[in-house]
Structure formats: C-alpha cells, structure tokens
C-alpha cells in the first residue's frame, strides 16, 4: 500500500483513487493524509483548500459502499483509520520536547544548528551508500529518482528535503503535529519538494499497521530518543522491503560520547538545549548490531562522523567514538534460510563485537 500526496495547498486534479483519511491518536486528529486505498475511493473535481472542510464532501457518495483492507477499519464518517499498535516505543516526554522546539527547525543559527551542520556528511554517507547498494550512477543530479524513502523522526524536515531534491519520494513521519506542520509549511516554497514529500503526523508502529514499505528507511539522531530501542528497530525492519537499506546515526555511549555531545554542547557551550540527550539512552554500535538480531537486518557498513570545531563542519571517519552512522541490508527471506545452511557464515554483529 502506498501513500499518496496531500498539501494545504489548492488541488484541481482528481484524487482517484486516493481518499481523504485521519490519523488519530487518542482524544485528538493529528494530521490529515491523503492514502491510496486498495479499492475505489471517491472522486472530486472541486479544489481542496482545507483538510478538514472538504472531507466529508469527498467521501460521501462512497461511504458503506466499499471497506477498506488490511489494517485499516472504517470510522462511523466511513473514513479509514490507521489501526494503532499495539505497543510503542516513543516516549512522550521526548515528544513534548521537542514539541517546544517547532519553530526552530529551520533556523540554521537555532537550536537544530547542529543538524544544519550535520546533514551534508549524513547525504554523503546516504548517497554514496544507496547508489552502489542499488547500482546508480552516482554522478547524476537526482541518483533516487523512482525510489521511495521514510524518514522516521523527520521534525521540520531538514533531511526529508534534502533526500527529495535528490530525486526520491520521501515519506517523513513523526508523531508531533506541531513539528510536521512546520515541515509542511517549510516544503511549500520549493514546488519540486513539495511534490515528492508526504508528512504524517503518526508513529512508525501505526504506520508500519498500514503494511506499508519503503526501499531505505532512515532513523537518523531518533534511536537515543525512544524508550525501546529494539522494538523500535523491528518496526523500522518491517518498514523496509526486501532487498532494501535502513539508516541509522546515534552518539556511541562513551565517556568522550558524554564530554561532547552533553557536557560541551548542552552545559557549556549551550549549542543544544539542555536535556536533549540522556547518555543513557546512547547505544555502542556493538549493542545497536546485537539489537537487530533475528530481525533480518545486516550490517553492511559503519562510519564515523567527526565534527570540525574550527570549521563547524562535519566529515566521515573511521572512529565512532561519539557521532556514528550504520547502513543495514534488509535481508530476504530466501537468503537467510540460506545462511542458517551455511554455518560457515559467521554473524556481522558478532565479528563487531569482537574486534
């Protein structure tokens, strides 16, 4: 099931065959989407200028016509609904903190600067990455033309874009409206952007109740973040098809770990707002690789990511003392059955840990 487009902007083209749909969380709607539907939705020739207004209007004339499939159940308006999960990992404190900080992300001098700075090195390691991963030309403009890409914990969006105007489609999710609205608003103004992202205000286990699955998810900076680290990770697998590639950066819980990214950046020196990281909460890349056992995630690639502190800029490297990125490959079926009659075929996660 794929997801569909829907801005606050004006639409003049028919929505066959998307349909309006709410995600709600408990007591409140937080966000309106637009979902391609595995049955015939409903049709309209009217602009949509509104989410909210225009709902009812759009699936009226299907409403008990046609029930929806999969994880997802009509409400009394006939409006499908992502089924919520039945646990999660995110942790709502973590969520209303950032919540504070909405207005920041696109602030390049503001509490994100960090990210700002960051995210060239991160779109090196991902491009360089995904085109031998996948087999594309690395030298063209948009390398991911025709791929699809979640980014899990996107915020305002700063890497969600970046990937778009590489070419891809990208799904940025995170479970705060307040910050996926800043991230639509902030789209809107590069026409290009706003036409290959979609923002959903959900988590990724209720996204991951809709069976959808994406060729490279990213869970950059949000592990340290959530409460179950391995639940989390088994979801972001099942976001992953077969075959594709899943991201994810975090600080390596090491005294130098501690001394940078918490002492110097939210005590001293203040360049992050202070109780952002929870040390913790920080993994080893030996305990993020073991975490993903049995999950058919495999290591394929680890890389450093040190900051210059003259410059301000970032650059990879081979230590991961502090800041980190790992690429996994989701493994097929097939090749995993194949593997376990091979014993000869030792554990990427276990050679880490011993080296």
Not at 57 to 79: D, I, K, V, W, Y
């Amino acid at each position: 099931m794929s997801l569909a487009k829907l801005t606050r902007c004006s639409i003049s083209k028919q929505f066959a065959p998307h349909c309006l749909s709410q995600l709600v969380t408990p007591n409140r709607i937080t966000a309106w989407t637009c979902v391609e539907l595995p049955f015939r939705a409903c049709h309209s020739e009217r602009p949509l200028i509104r989410w909210v207004n225009t709902s009812a209007n759009l699936c009226a004339s299907e409403q008990g016509q046609h029930q929806p499939s999969g994880n997802f159940r009509s409400t009394g308006q006939g409006l499908p609904q992502v089924s919520p999960p039945a646990s999660r990992s995110t942790n709502p404190e973590e969520i209303r903190k950032f919540a504070k900080l909405a207005n920041e992300w696109w602030n390049p001098h503001g509490a994100f600067r960090p990210l700002h700075a960051m995210n060239p090195v991160r779109c090196k390691f991902l491009r360089d990455v995904l085109c031998l991963s996948f087999k594309i030309d690395p030298v063209q403009a948009e390398p991911f033309k025709d791929l699809s890409f979640l980014d899990v914990g996107c915020g305002g969006g700063i890497l969600t874009e970046a990937l778009a105007r590489m070419g891809a489609k990208v799904t940025g999710i995170e479970p705060q409206h307040d910050n996926i609205s800043a991230a639509i608003a902030h789209a809107q103004a590069d026409p290009v952007v706003a036409e290959r992202t979609t923002y959903l205000a959900v988590t990724a286990e209720e996204l991951a109740s809709s069976g959808t699955q994406f060729d490279a998810v990213m869970g950059l900076e949000i592990i340290e973040h959530v409460d179950e680290p391995q639940q989390f990770l088994k979801t972001l697998g099942s976001l992953t098809k077969s075959d594709g590639a899943l991201f994810i950066s975090t600080i390596n819980r090491t005294l130098r770990g501690y001394a940078l990214a918490i002492l110097g950046a939210e005590q001293l020196t203040g360049v992050v707002p202070k109780g952002t990281h929870d040390w913790n909460k920080f993994l080893t890349p030996e305990e993020l690789c073991m975490l993903t056992e049995g999950t058919g995630l495999e290591l394929e690639q680890l890389a450093g990511m040190v900051l210059n502190p003259w410059s301000g800029t970032w650059a990879l490297s081979t230590s991961t003392e502090v800041n980190y990125i790992a690429y996994f490959s989701k493994v097929s079926l097939a090749d995993r059955l194949q593997q376990k009659q091979q014993p000869g075929l030792n554990s990427k996660a276990a050679n880490l840990a011993s080296a």
